[in-house]
């Protein structure tokens, strides 16, 4: 749910400073296991997949082994590069498919090839200088020892439990472990596949045993995931999508992640004066909203794999095309008229070191324990990717077999005069954009220090999770005196968050950089459980 302060407005966020290492995570767990790898020598990369792996286990119903993950890293060697961790659709898919319009939320038909274990050998190879068994080790034990169930997991616990009846190895995990807060949680199954991974590498993964093991469970469960799709999948080095925004140069997670969208909507941005409109206004409000509609209206149907011939993202953000914008955004309506990717559940980091690498990675399993499939006797809990997509002519975002599906998961990088000034993510399916241009604007347009952009009261309009029309606007606690009214004035239908609110409705955002004094910084949105250490 989300949670106001006692003085009115949203949680308030923490920031850590350090001169070695800084580290903002969903969890505390894995922020303290990233700067444990910095202290013992480790790259920014070391401890982002130390960090991500810790993170399966403790946040397992939200990312996994069996999931996607996005990340931007800059080095000074290298500059800011993307890298594309996402799985794509089974080869024949069509096949399970022929009575339905539409990918069942749930279920073996809903499971894209898992990127994760591949991005992270791919990150390492190239940035890492950990082997990788040696960086699995602490998720590892914590799949075996086991962890305390914290507020937020009961809750997800709970709210799968009646479930399960379809998924019944899904349903030996929860079962055999308590749900209540303070229980403990172990995992050894996954704990056994994390070893294994460490050892023997993605090759294991993709083409060996655990490779087998899948493919079984989706041949005794009808689903069309084979040795073929797993064989195939690769992780991709790309070239980041960047634009100048009032001297800052942003970059984002290029197709098949829609960060482009965020970049659209600061092009649009530019061509106001948003200094002038107090934080938190309706005027300010009501601006970016449309900036966002307009941005949401130019995607197609299907952002395609960059393997596949389509869609120019270049022109979506030309000059042109901003100042087309510019002139018709007064006239856009306030519903949510085109369809995107809708998962909310997700988790981040980011992490800076000492030698000046940044690394900002978002995973996830799409929905809330993903397809529901857990992998017999692995832990393996596996992705839900492609839940919801169409494959009639009905409107909304579109299964092309074989090609990996559009993500709402995106990480941006900021940088001014070659210097990172920030990097980071949030979760929040839809959202995502609309949260991270927030925090932007707040740190750019207004000066805010990195603390008060993430602390500031937010916006959310539309939900982060549906295909349909969602006109609602969706406000946090704490916003100046008369906005709520204003923009009710305006024509918004507004909804004040009242502590009944889904936890991801605003997001939860992790997010590092230098300070002026050359040290480092991290901070740790408030939103959720997330946290920041540095050292």
Known sequence: MSRTSAGGGPPRGSIVHGYRGAVAA??????????????????????????????CVVEFPWCGVGGDMFMLVDRADTGVVALNGSGAAPADIGTGLRESPRVPRFGPLSVAVPGLPMAWQVGLARFGSRPLTDLLEPATKLAYDGFRVDERLSRALAQVHPELADHPELAALVNRNGSTVGALFSQPDLGRTLEALGRHGAEWFYRGEFAER??????????????????????????????????????QTPPVSLGVLM???????????????????????DLMVRAKLAAFADLPTTVPDPDQPGWDVREQLSAERVAW????????????????????????????????MTVTMIHSLFNSFGSR???????????????????????????????????????????????VVIAGATPGGRGQVQTNTQILVNLVDHGMSPLAAVEHPRWLHGTPRRYAEDSVLHVEDGLPDGSVDRLGELGYEVRVADGSDDDDLFGSATVVGPTPCTGLYAVADGRRGAAATAW
């Open 263 to 285: 970049l659209s909507q600061l092009r649009i941005l530019e061509q106001f004066d948003l200094a002038r409109l107090r934080p938190g206004s309706a005027e300010l409000i």
């Open 26 to 55: 969903g969890s505390a767990d894995a922020a303290h296991t990233a700067v444990d790898v910095l202290t013992a020598g480790g790259t920014a990369m070391d401890a982002a997949v130390a960090a991500s792996a810790v993170q």
């Open 373 to 419: 499939e857990l992998v017999d006797g692995t832990g393996v809990i596996l992705n839900d990717r492609l839940a919801g997509l169409r494959t009639g002519a009905e409107p909304g975002p579109r299964l092309v077999p074989g090609a990996r599906p559009s993500h709402t998961l995106n990480a941006y990088l900021v940088k001014r005069g070659g210097r």
């Open 325 to 356: 914008w510019r002139d018709r955004l007064s006239r856009l309506p306030y519903a949510e008229t085109v369809p995107a990717p809708g998962g909310t559940d997700t988790t981040c980091l980011a992490v800076t070191d000492a030698t000046g």
């Open 214 to 251: 899948l493919a079984a469970h989706m041949r005794a469960h009808g689903g069309p995931l084979g040795p073929a799709d797993l064989a195939r999948h690769e992780a991709d080095w790309t070239e980041p999508l960047s634009i100048d925004y009032r001297g800052h140069q942003i970059y």
